[in-house]
C-alpha cells in the first residue's frame, strides 16, 4: 500500500497559491488514477484505488498547513503504513518556479507543513517531492508570497511541474524511490 500526500491549506482563498501546489499533485493524481476524494477523516480528503496492482491513498491533509502531521499520522497509524511506502509533496523557496527534487531526508528546511511531518512521524526519514515556487521579490514577506498566485509567466512552469510530480509518484508505485530520484532529479 503506498500514501501519497500533498501538502495545502482548505479553502476557497488557498486556491491555486503557491503554498496548495501540493495539492495540485493529489487533484492530477486522482484524475489520472481515477481514485476519486471522496473520503473525509484523519482530518484530511483522501481517496483509496488502485494502480498497476498496489494499493493507493491519495490524501489532502485539511488541517491548514502547519498541522499537516496530525492528519498524516493519523492515517499511517489507521492504515499501519509504513515509512518507505509513504511519500509527501509540497511547495519549496529555494528551488525555481517549475523544478522539482525528490529526496528520502532532509529536514524541514523552515517549511512548517514539513516541521510538522517531522514532529509528528518522529524522523527526517521520508520520501518527499519539493516542487519549486522560488523566493519572494521586492522585499515581499514570505507569508504573503506562499500565500500568493503564481504570475502568467510562471503557470506553465508549474503545471508541468505538477505533471512530473504525478508521473513521479506513479513511477515510485512501481520502483523503489531511489530509482525514481534519479530518473526525475535532472
Not at 35 to 50: A, C, D, R, T, V
Not at 156 to 177: G, Q
Amino acid at each position: 500500500m503506498k500514501l501519497i500526500v500533498g501538502l495545502g491549506n482548505p479553502g476557497k482563498q488557498y486556491e491555486n497559491t503557491r503554498h496548495n501546489i501540493g495539492f495540485e499533485v493529489i487533484d492530477e493524481l486522482a484524475d489520472q488514477l481515477d481514485i476519486p476524494l471522496n473520503q473525509s477523516k484523519f482530518k484530511g480528503q483522501y481517496g483509496i484505488g488502485f494502480y498497476k496492482g498496489e494499493k493507493v491513498i491519495l490524501l489532502k491533509p485539511l488541517t491548514y498547513m502547519n498541522l499537516s502531521g496530525e492528519s498524516i499520522r493519523a492515517i499511517m497509524d489507521y492504515y499501519q503504513i509504513e515509512l518507505e511506502e509513504f511519500v509527501v509533496i509540497y511547495d519549496d523557496l529555494d528551488l525555481p518556479v517549475g523544478k522539482i527534487r525528490l529526496r528520502q531526508k532532509g529536514s524541514a528546511g523552515g517549511h512548517n507543513g514539513i516541521k510538522s511531518t517531522v514532529a509528528h512521524l518522529g524522523t527526517q526519514e521520508f520520501n518527499r517531492i519539493r516542487i519549486g515556487i522560488d523566493r519572494p521579490r521586492n522585499g515581499m514577506k514570505v507569508p504573503d508570497y506562499v500565500l500568493g498566485r503564481f504570475n502568467e509567466d510562471d503557470l506553465p512552469l508549474t503545471k508541468d511541474a505538477v505533471k512530473k510530480s504525478a508521473e513521479a509518484c506513479k513511477t515510485w508505485i512501481e520502483k523503489p524511490f531511489l530509482q525514481v530520484m534519479n530518473e526525475f532529479n535532472q
